[in-house]
């Protein structure tokens, strides 16, 4: 999923519109694209998503993790009886209020006195929602507020609801050898990145050696009872 560029008509739109004319793989979002502006690029791709799709949960994925598709598909049928699901590797870091360091947050001052955390969300790797919770970002996408760092964002439109969080940390595992013995003991994991790079680092190189060693067989996505 991908938006526009600020400059219309960009070489950079050009060759992702060539592109998907080829593969058809691309969904193209009313959005420009920006570090800054993920909070707003979530919003507009789960809106976008549940008016394209009919779903029991929608999924974010980060392009440089990898994902084993019958694991989270059996990872998320476990929860499909449940209303306003929130699922992913739950986390709780610092708020950065130094200038000038990466994940700055603006809005230090709203989590209270100096040095606190923020409150439990889904790293933003991964992560799924349930239809409840991706209908209700849709219909709420104007007022919901947006902070520094979209993963923070996320958990914030969700921290005053009902909403069950569910921490699971076979959508978290490091690449080789952690997810490698992982899968020799028949515990394949959900996704797989580096925490260091927060994807797989030097991906584009990596990611079909990291398949090969965690992967799930070719035909587990098809043996999913749901």
Same mark, same amino acid.
């Given at each position: ?14 060759? =992702?519109?060539? #592109? ?7 969904? *193209? ?19 976008? /998503?549940? /008016?394209?799709? @009919? ?11 990898? $994902? ?31 200038? !000038? ?12 006195? #100096?040095? !606190? ?11 799924? =929602? ?32 009902? $909403?069950?969080?569910?921490?699971? *940390? ?7 050898? @952690?997810?490698?013995?992982? /899968? ?6 959900? /996704? ?12 584009? #190189? ?17 043996? $999913?009872?749901?």
């Amino acid at each position: 999923m991908i938006g526009h560029s600020a400059t219309s008509n960009s070489i950079l739109d050009k060759a =992702i519109d060539s #592109e998907d004319a080829q593969h058809k793989d691309f969904l *193209r979002l009313e959005h420009i694209e920006g570090y800054h502006e993920l909070s707003a690029k979530t919003k507009i791709f789960f809106s976008t /998503a549940v /008016a394209k799709w @009919d779903a029991d949960f929608y999924v974010k994925v980060d392009d440089d993790v990898h $994902v084993n598709l019958g694991m989270l598909a059996t990872t998320l049928s476990r929860h499909r009886s449940k209303p306003r699901v929130y699922i992913g590797c739950m986390k709780s870091g610092p708020v950065l209020s130094q200038k !000038n360091v990466k994940y700055h947050e603006p809005e230090y001052w709203k989590f209270g006195e #100096e040095g !606190n955390k923020y409150f439990r969300h889904a790293t933003g790797q991964i992560y799924a =929602i349930s239809k409840d919770l991706a209908t209700y970002i849709s219909i709420n996408q104007p007022i919901l507020h947006k902070f520094a760092n979209e993963d923070v964002s996320l958990g914030s439109w969700f921290i005053g609801l009902e $909403v069950e969080h569910i921490d699971d *940390r076979n959508m978290c595992c490091q690449t080789p050898p @952690d997810c490698e013995w992982k /899968a020799q003991a028949g515990n394949v994991c959900v /996704a797989s990145f580096d925490w260091s790079c927060s994807g797989i680092c030097k991906s584009v #190189e990596r990611i079909r050696s990291v398949h090969e060693k965690c992967g799930e067989e070719d035909a587990a996505i098809w043996g $999913v009872r749901v």
